[in-house]
């Protein structure tokens, strides 16, 4: 047991060292400013963009608690649970916050450590030495009689005086019994107090599976989170242990709702970035929650009703089978037929590692998957594609995100030969994109619209490119026609061809949003105009990166994809199209050994009788500091 609770210690302190150099890295980066990180981060790394985001908007979410409480209560406590290297303290006393007494509590071996390094920093030993100003003691969390000693009759804490207490990523590591205690003693012996907490949730989808794996295989697993697993749980943990309100925000809604837009606005600007699914599917899975009682109000402000009840109700598939696939990539371009599915590129295993692939292959739905061609302009991402007499139509993608693309290759799938056409903009081609909507318009023509641009810029733009096919072997000409404007930029967005009708659902905005309405525009008016559905009741979950088929009977059927306002993945939705209702389908709980992520994926549409099944291939994501997933399974549902 001693040695199991000794290796728990050491994973949860690595835990912390990792942490710290991520911090140094994105403030490096620019994110946000800290003078103090060099002295507690030993060992300069460069991380990934979403990383950098990632701690971003966790040092957003902490100094916006610290902002709001000490506005409140300049003359206060501040108690913080597994501090780690935190260096909170002297960023708030070099701020001019010099009435508050700050606690910092860990193991006595990161206690140790972290005294040594601000004995190094002449600056944080003088801070650190002011009286009565800070504290870093090694405690025990589970022994709350000996917390209550140290705390009053050692520190000389005042139980009145208004407190408030901090857990990052913390107390979520005990084991639940122990931590709803402390959380109930903090509640009960400090009766002007705040609970601020940032911590994980939803561990029962696709990322959340991924998550919790990765904590357990560092043998540190998240104790409560399965107790604990969304807002309204999390929630009534606190109010019914003493504390009078409570909110809770994920780290979603606090960035959209609570960081100022020009702060955002400067914020993307610092790197290029192409890890959209990755960063908000992070971005759901935390929580900061703020509990308050006494004279102490909730750092963060009070929803209202009508977010609140901004729900929307789901119901079960009526079938979901996963079967071992060997695709294993995502952000690849799919073209169906009645056989199966073409796939071409995107990002997956390769026997030197993950990269981008370069290959075209066609997956049976018999399972067999046949390899049919390999060239290295295949290799990209995000990218279109197209079926049309024969011949593959690639379009579009990037190979890095300061790379778009604005080719065209024509696929032979009877020779399993290539030919590429190059244009650009100045020669009436469309700007260079990827991650833009594309549809087919029988017999010869496909629409392609959005996307990000060769700025890493969120394009508006529609185009009609006529494809002028050629007697036998010869490369087909192309004919670009500029078409009526999107309302505004997205991209991930999907464009489906219905009944002379080109509707655009889902994409992700400039404020990087899921996009809520479907957008339809006549491809056969003179007047063409876009304008949104008058929805016969609720209207689709906002989404991006998902699939959109189209039935003989006039639905329409959006698949998978992230969300950034819903407290759950999305589903399946299937909206009736000459009605405008829709009925939105839950996934189910997702099985630890093979989670599924139903972004930047592929899906085919089969028919028979009465009957609709979908297979998606393929598909996954930048799972954060948890490592990339990509799904090994075929899924078929069925509504």
Sequence with gaps: MFFLLLVHRNQVQGSNDWSIASKLSAITAGYYKDLFISCFAQKPVKRSSLIHRGYYVRAKAMHYIFDRFLSQHPKCQIISFGAGFDDSYFTLRQQGHTQCQYVEIDFQDVVTKKWQLIKNHPYCAELAAEKDAYQLVAADLRNLPSLTKLLFEELLLSPSDPTLFISECAITYMDECSSSKLIEWCGTTFPNAVFAVYEQIRPNDGFGRVMQQHFIQLSIPLLSLPVYPDHETQQ???????????????????VHKLVPSDELERMRKLETFDEYEGFNEKCSHYIILTAAKGNCKTPLPVKDQETKDHVFDTTSLKSWQLFK????????????????????????????GHGRLDDLILARRDGTIESRLKDKRLARMYHSLHFMQSRLIVYGGRTHPAMALGDLGFIDTERNEIEWLDGQPENGWPEPRWRHASSIIAPCSIFICGGCGRQNNLLNDCWVMRVLLQSGTKTPSVKWEPFLSLPSGRHSAVASYWKDLIVISGGLNKSEMACQPTLLVSNTSCSQEWREPVWSGPSPIPRYSHQALVTTDNRMILVGGISTCHPSSPGVCVIDLQSWTCVEY????????????????????????????ILCWGGGSPCFSFGTHLNGVIVELEV
Excluded: M
């Design 236 to 254: 009534n943990r606190y109010l019914h242990k003493g504390w009078t309100s409570c909110e809770v925000y994920d780290i979603n809604e606090f």
């Design 325 to 352: 696939s060997p695709i294993q990539r995502y952000g690849q371009a799919g073209c169906a037929n009645s056989i199966g599915i073409w796939i071409v590129g995107g990002f997956g295993a390769r026997p030197q």
């Design 586 to 613: 839950s996934l189910p709980v997702q099985d630890i050994a093979q989670p599924v992520i139903l972004a930047s994926f592929n899906a085919q549409l089969i028919e028979e009788n009465e009957d609709t099944k």
